[in-house]
């Protein structure tokens, strides 16, 4: 009786180990998925942050003359990286609704690994706009300067 007494406690004993495993690494998936979530809303923040740039920088666009303002406008308009980020965004959202709380901890490093490396290349993209922009606006001010100070003989027409 005492042996059977021990095996039963031994087995209670194992299966309550098994049940703080278990549940330590369930919070530890769900930390990661978590981290996973959050860094996709600061990636959309990120997007959204570059898109009020860019449409910000239009109008200053649009009153720069000739080629640079055509080519300028065309950069805008274009916005590659935006959409390109916005499709990776949207397939990892998608891929979390459909698999995260099944996900394998290697799935979620690798969602992390690719969201990192949205971010950081959206991020580097965006301080280079940020520059760009910061350009633009001195060089139109500059240009509007020296369009006022021209005599009205010498102004163009849409100069004003």
Do not use: C, I, Y
């Not at 449409?55 to 406008?73: E, H, M, P, S």
């Amino acid at each position: 009786m005492p042996s059977l007494l021990l095996a039963l406690l031994a087995a209670a004993g194992l299966a309550f180990a098994f049940l703080l495993l278990r549940a330590r690494a369930r919070r530890r998936h769900e930390r990661r998925l978590k981290e996973v979530l959050d860094l996709a809303d600061a990636v959309q923040g990120l997007l959204e942050t570059a898109g009020q740039r860019m449409d910000a920088w239009k109008g200053a666009v649009g009153r720069l003359a000739g080629d640079l303002g055509n080519g300028a406008q065309r950069a805008l308009d274009g916005q590659p990286l935006v959409r390109e980020a916005k499709r990776d965004l949207l397939q990892h959202r998608l891929w979390l609704q459909a698999r995260g709380l099944a996900a394998t901890p290697a799935e979620l490093e690798a969602a992390l690994a690719a969201l990192r490396r949205v971010q950081a290349r959206l991020a580097g993209e965006l301080a280079a706009l940020e520059d760009a922009g910061a350009a633009l606006t001195e060089a139109t001010g500059a240009a509007q300067e020296a369009a006022r100070r021209e005599p009205p003989a010498l102004r163009r027409q849409d100069a004003d």
